[in-house]
T-cell receptor, first 111, second 117 residues
Framework: GQQVMQIPQYQHVQEGEDFTTYCNSS?????IQWYKQRPGGHPVFLIQ???SGEVKKQKRLTFQFGEAKKNSSLHITATQTTDVGTYFC???????????WGLGTSLAVNP | EAGVAQSPRYKIIEKRQSVAFWCNPI?????LYWYQQILGQGPKLLIQ????????DSQLPKDRFSAERLKGVDSTLKIQPAKLEDSAVYLC???????????????FGEGSRLTVL
């Protein structure tokens, strides 16, 4: 079945370092969403990408959707302790707009 | 704007007992989802409703799990009988839905944490 792989599973960085998580699908996606889940919290929507090759920025966060619409990345510049959490990608697939979720990348930031 | 409401926040039961979770989505949201999130894993879709119809329940263990969304608004998820492996957070989410080509932003509730002893 359709799968969305997300790497790395865990990442420890020093505050101020950059961080990137990658999302790869076995099939073409109609769209991709990114969510952030703080420890003990619930997923919170960050952004949705729809177009091939699309790049969107939110302050220190940069999101990309690949040309083939099979992969995506989230890059955080100069991490802060407030960036701690698990970042999930979720790809849209199928006629019912089903979301296929990655397993997430857990980010720890050392002050 | 009120968010997605879920109750109870926490529930502890013994195996073979039953439990029910309730969700009230954001007003006007046509699509409602129930996800199961086991500690350290990503959300797993159990069931997706569009208004009061089921869109996807392919991963719902139908021998023990049931869900309904009467009148296309709030929803309940029931587990009977519970097993140890059902210990997880049950997340309800809603989205505007509608006829668009894409899912749209999901708004999640705080979740219901179930512990099965």
């Amino acid at each position: 079945g359709q799968q969305v792989m997300q790497i790395p599973q865990y990442q420890h960085v020093q505050e101020g370092e950059d961080f990137t998580t990658y999302c790869n699908s076995s099939t073409t996606l109609s769209n991709i969403q990114w969510y952030k889940q703080r420890p003990g919290g619930h997923p919170v929507f960050l952004i949705q990408l729809v177009k091939s090759g699309e790049v969107k920025k939110q302050k220190r966060l940069t999101f990309q959707f690949g040309e083939a619409k099979k992969n995506s990345s989230l890059h955080i510049t100069a991490t802060q302790t407030t960036d701690v959490g698990t970042y999930f990608c979720a790809g849209g697939a199928g006629n019912n707009r089903k979301l296929i979720w990655g397993l997430g990348t857990s980010l720890a930031v050392n002050p | 704007e009120a968010g997605v409401a879920q109750s109870p926040r926490y529930k502890i039961i013994e195996k073979r007992q039953s439990v029910a979770f309730w969700c009230n989505p954001i007003s006007g949201h046509a699509t409602l989802y129930w996800y199961q999130q086991i500690l350290g894993q990503g959300p797993k879709l159990l069931i997706q409703f569009q208004n009061n119809g089921v869109v996807d329940d392919s991963q719902l263990p139908k021998d023990r799990f049931s869900a309904e969304r009467l009148k296309g608004v709030d929803s309940t998820l029931k587990i009977q009988p519970a097993k140890l492996e059902d210990s997880a957070v049950y997340l309800c989410a809603s989205s505007l839905g509608g006829g668009g080509a894409h899912t749209g932003e999901l708004f999640f509730g705080e979740g219901s944490r179930l512990t099965v002893l």
